[in-house]
C-alpha cells in the first residue's frame, strides 16, 4: 500500500475529452489531488465531485490540481462532468492499471457479497511527485474540504 513519503506511480490516461493526461507532465508545475472514486454520477460519487468543485478556486489558489479516476469510460466522464457542471478533470481506467498502482482495487463487501471494487481512496502529491497523504475508506461528505487544509498546509 502506497505511504507518505513513496513516489506516486506514473500514469498516462484520458479525460472526459479523451486527451491524454501523463502524471509526468502535471509534476514540477502544482501540487496534486488524486482521487479514486467508483462510479460516475452516483450519489457519494457525486457529492465528492461536487464538494471539489465548489473548493476549486482555493485549490486554484493553493497551486493544487484535481484529478479523479474511476474505471468508467471517457464517455461516461463527460457525461458526468457536464450533468453537473464538475471543474475537477476527471480521468478514464477502464483497464484498472492505475487502480492497481494505487493500490485502490481490492476486494469489498456490500449487501453480503464479496466483490472487486475501487476503495474511494485521495492521495495528495507534491510538486515533486512525492505522496504527502495517502487517505482510504473516505466518507465523500466534507472530504473536499479536509483535502484542502491538507493541501493548504504543504
Avoid at 457542471?85 to 476486494?107: F, I, N, Q
Avoid at 475501487?118 to 483535502?147: E, L, N, Y
Amino acid at each position: 500500500m502506497l505511504q507518505p513519503g513513496d513516489k506516486a506511480p506514473d500514469f498516462s490516461l484520458p479525460d472526459a475529452d479523451m486527451e491524454r493526461v501523463n502524471l509526468e507532465g502535471l509534476i514540477g508545475r502544482r501540487n496534486l489531488v488524486i482521487y479514486f472514486y467508483p462510479k460516475d454520477d452516483t450519489p457519494g460519487c457525486t457529492m465528492e465531485a461536487l464538494e471539489f468543485t465548489d473548493l476549486q478556486s482555493e485549490f486554484d489558489a493553493a497551486q493544487t490540481e484535481l484529478i479523479g479516476i474511476s474505471r468508467d469510460t471517457c464517455t461516461s466522464h463527460g457525461a458526468f462532468r457536464d450533468k453537473y457542471g464538475l471543474t475537477v478533470k476527471l480521468l478514464a481506467d477502464p483497464d484498472g492499471e492505475t487502480c492497481e498502482a494505487y493500490g485502490v482495487w481490492r476486494e469489498k463487501e456490500a449487501h453480503g457479497e464479496r466483490r472487486m471494487g475501487i476503495v474511494r481512496s485521495t492521495f495528495i502529491v507534491d510538486k515533486q511527485g512525492v505522496i504527502r497523504h495517502a487517505i482510504h475508506d473516505v466518507k465523500p461528505k466534507g472530504h473536499a474540504a479536509q483535502v484542502l487544509s491538507l493541501v493548504q498546509a504543504l
